[in-house]
């Protein structure tokens, strides 16, 4: 079974409904069922929040050490 995101959803079965259909990831692997759709992620936005937070809280850190 798999579950795929909605871009290769659309990419792989424009315009019909991709449950049910099949798939195969490499040409050695059995064929998947397709079993459901999820809604694309934006890693880079995601990527990008937890940097922007990581160096947020080590400036904080710095500041506090440096204060004692």
Not at 19 to 26: E, P
Not at 31 to 56: H, M, T
Request: charged fraction near 30%; include cysteine.
């Amino acid at each position: 079974v798999a579950i795929i995101n909605q871009t290769l959803a659309t990419a792989l079965w424009p315009g019909q409904d991709p449950l049910g259909q099949r798939l195969r990831l490499a040409a050695d692997r059995e064929f998947a069922e397709i079993v459901g759709i999820v809604g694309d992620l934006d890693y880079g936005s995601q990527y990008e929040r937890s940097r922007k937070e990581g160096e947020s809280r080590k400036r904080e850190c710095l500041s506090a050490s440096s204060s004692k």
